[in-house]
T-cell receptor, first 111, second 111 residues
Framework: GESVGLHLPTLSVQEGDNSIINCAYSNSASDYFIWYKQESGKGPQFIIDIRSNMDKRQGQRVTVLLNKTVKHLSLQIAATQPGDSAVYFCAEIVQGGKLIFGQGTELSVKP | EAQVTQNPRYLITVTGKKLTVTCSQNMNHEYMSWYRQDPGLGLRQIYYSMNVEVTDKGDVPEGYKVSRKEKRNFPLILESPSPNQTSLYFC??????????FGSGTRLTVV
């Protein structure tokens, strides 16, 4: 069946370090992937997306890497800040526009 | 401001008392969806709608109803709420095949 999962449920990093959050997906037909950030008490917020015809996409302090061969997605956050503390979800869009979420990784940034 | 608005933000109700959670979006999105979020289970889709008068079941539709009479509104109806429907609910909308914009959430407690 369709599933998107994350390798680690929690990640703790020092402020200023780079963070890498990983995600595995199983639907090889998916062609659009999104990373969301969810802060406590709020709805998920779009961070960055990538289509399957790309391997890498960069935003402001964030980079998403897509490895279609092993069906792996990662989110890299440069110079992690306390405001980056949140739960991060990867998600894929499957046929019909449905968004399937992974379980989430909680990122904690230590000052 | 482009947004998805849910109401109420918090609701405590008793078993069996019908309730409606409203959702409205101002982005002219065709696609709208309801998710519930529970600890350890992540975000699971309840119902979705690809356009006016077109609705379909998601992964966990039991105990819920929806309607899509207008493009901007997608209410979630619990005809006879039960304690296992205590959860955090999110409405989302998008253009089909694009990333979702989420509402701020409705925390429902059924006693």
């Amino acid at each position: 069946g369709e599933s998107v999962g994350l390798h680690l449920p929690t990640l703790s990093v020092q402020e200023g370090d780079n963070s890498i959050i990983n995600c595995a997906y199983s639907n090889s037909a998916s062609d659009y992937f999104i990373w969301y950030k969810q802060e406590s008490g709020k709805g998920p917020q779009f961070i960055i997306d990538i289509r399957s015809n790309m391997d890498k996409r960069q935003g402001q302090r964030v980079t998403v890497l897509l490895n279609k061969t092993v069906k792996h997605l990662s989110l890299q956050i440069a110079a992690t800040q306390p405001g980056d503390s949140a739960v991060y979800f990867c998600a894929e869009i499957v046929q019909g526009g449905k968004l399937i979420f992974g379980q989430g990784t909680e990122l904690s940034v230590k000052p | 401001e482009a947004q998805v608005t849910q109401n109420p933000r918090y609701l405590i109700t008793v078993t069996g008392k019908k309730l409606t959670v409203t959702c409205s979006q101002n982005m002219n999105h065709e696609y709208m969806s309801w998710y519930r979020q529970d600890p350890g289970l992540g975000l699971r889709q309840i119902y979705y709608s690809m356009n006016v008068e077109v609705t379909d079941k998601g992964d966990v539709p039991e105990g819920y109803k929806v309607s899509r009479k207008e493009k901007r509104n997608f209410p979630l109806i619990l005809e006879s709420p039960s304690p296992n429907q205590t959860s955090l609910y999110f409405c989302a909308s998008s253009f089909i095949g694009s990333g979702y914009t989420f509402g701020s959430g409705t925390r429902l407690t059924v006693v």
